[in-house]
């Protein structure tokens, strides 16, 4: 029997495209996942994010169910086409309308807002200038994080910039799984860059521009790689680097592993860094934004037999590892969520002392955590005992991480509710609150009751 302490926050996370809806409501404009998932091929059964969980028509209702289950904090994101369509010039009132009506409607009912500046909804207008290769786009960030914070930056509690850089800039540029399907390396780590550097101008504005004094952030997903052979080390650093270190080394110690510029030299002269950048991307933040949902299991390839790529992000076309081809990625021993990714908590808490280690005195959260798997209704009821499991071990390594000195202060399920994942649709669900896509009736799973129980009774 565990305790969760008292201050330690208990919350869920969702993202702004995968369920509001309400595509072309009130002034939205495109977004590079509304061009995405409307080409052909390109996502599950076709499926787009055009109405989603219609969460953008049903908010009142939904923050109800939030205050239901006890909610403290709930982790949101803003789409930057629907506050700022076209993503230059004044913003869209309508747009800030519905912001504004969520974070009061969350401080009513108790609950802390947390707000994610972008979950991967880049405007379109912005892709077609260059997208996030171009550096232009991240100073364009600054100011869309300048002016919402202004309008909104007396409520909100925690500010996180980004969500998830490494999808946005390999994904999405390097191996087209996401949205905007390109499939260029160095374009890729370009990217990259433009993101750390998005996140760094973005930093000092949120400051400079909130009236409330709120935490900042910067949300990143942790790959924790394992070796899949004796002499595997050699993948496993490259793939941390690729991965993490990418990351963490310029926002946290302002500047790029030595190893992670060999390694990709082949790829990129890194030419897109110029005097400054790393310094401004080291912006102090007051918290690190930890996502975390499985291991790799990686060793080198020989280069004759056919080369395994499970590393967890589906089939694509192109590459999400510039600069390391050669490393091939092992199947994982069971047991898996529906996403085919291994259940692994004790690598949750390996990471987290590992970040404590590597990066002392930065505070963590846990941003998401969570699984899909193939929900059955019966009766009325969804008796999902496998994510009731997947929640309370991960909690469980989460307390233990901190028992043991790590400095973490919550704990957020992804998510509250089914939505559009991704490239794979409506096809997985991850909510502890299932969603009819037919009716968009709401139905509290068994793991959303539990979760409500362990946030009342602080007991595991």
């Known amino acids: ?18 369920i509001e809806g309400a595509a072309h409501e009130d002034g939205r404009g495109p977004s590079i996942w509304d061009t995405f998932s409307h080409t052909p091929g390109r996502t599950w059964n076709g499926d787009t994010g055009d109405v989603a969980a219609d969460h953008y028509n049903r908010l009142d209702a939904d923050l109800d169910l939030m205050q239901s289950l006890g909610l403290e904090a709930y982790r949101f994101s803003i789409s930057w086409p629907r506050v700022q369509p076209g993503a230059r010039g004044s913003l869209n009132a309508k747009g800030v309308a519905f912001y504004s009506r969520l974070v009061d409607g969350l401080l009513a009912r108790g609950i802390r807002p947390v707000a994610t500046l972008y979950h991967w909804d880049l405007p379109q207008e912005l892709e077609d200038a260059g997208g996030w290769p171009a550096r232009d786009t991240a100073e364009r960030f600054a100011e ?18 980004l969500n998830e850089p490494w999808c946005s800039a390999f994904l999405g540029y390097g191996a087209g799984a996401h949205a905007p399907g390109r499939t260029n390396g160095a374009a890729a780590l370009a990217a990259m860059h433009h993101l750390n550097l998005a996140h760094g101008l973005a930093v000092p504005e949120i400051r400079r521009a909130a009236r409330n004094s709120p935490e900042v952030s910067a949300t990143l997903n942790f790959h924790v790689p394992r070796p899949g052979s004796d002499d595997a080390e050699e993948a496993v650093r490259r793939i941390d680097a690729l991965a993490n270190r990418s990351f963490t080394e310029p926002i946290l110690r302002g500047d790029y592993p030595d190893d992670l510029l060999l390694d990709t030299a082949g790829v990129t ?13 080291a912006a102090p933040i007051d918290v690190l934004g930890v996502n975390y949902y499985s291991t790799v299991t990686v060793k080198e390839w020989d280069g004759r037999s056919p080369r395994v790529g499970n590393d967890g992000h589906g089939a694509a076309s192109g590459s999400p590892w510039p600069g390391s081809e050669h490393v091939e990625f092992l199947p994982q021993p069971g047991p898996q969520t529906d996403m085919g990714w291994n259940i692994a908590p004790d690598a949750l808490e390996e990471l987290l002392l590992r970040l404590a280690r590597d990066y002392p005195g930065t505070p963590l959260l846990i941003t998401e955590n969570g699984a899909a798997f193939p929900d059955v209704v019966v009766d009325g009821r969804v008796r999902d005992s496998a994510r009731q499991d997947f929640i309370e071990r991960h909690l469980a390594a989460t307390i233990r991480a901190r028992e043991a000195g790590v400095d973490v202060r919550g704990y957020l399920v992804w998510s509250l509710m089914d939505n559009f994942e991704w490239g794979y649709g409506y ?8 969603v009819d896509y037919d009716t968009q009736e709401r139905i509290v799973k068994d793991s959303g009751r539990r979760y409500a129980e362990l946030i009342q009774t602080r007991s595991l």
């Open 1 to 18: 029997m565990g305790v969760i302490p008292k201050d330690f926050l208990l919350g869920a996370a969702t993202a702004a495209y995968q």
């Open 427 to 434: 096809s997985k669900r991850f909510g502890i609150v299932r």
């Open 269 to 281: 002269d890194w030419a897109f860094v110029r005097d400054g950048d790393l310094a401004k991307i």
């Open 144 to 161: 869309y994080a300048a002016r919402t914070v202004e309008v909104l930056g007396d409520r909100v509690a925690m500010w996180t910039t």
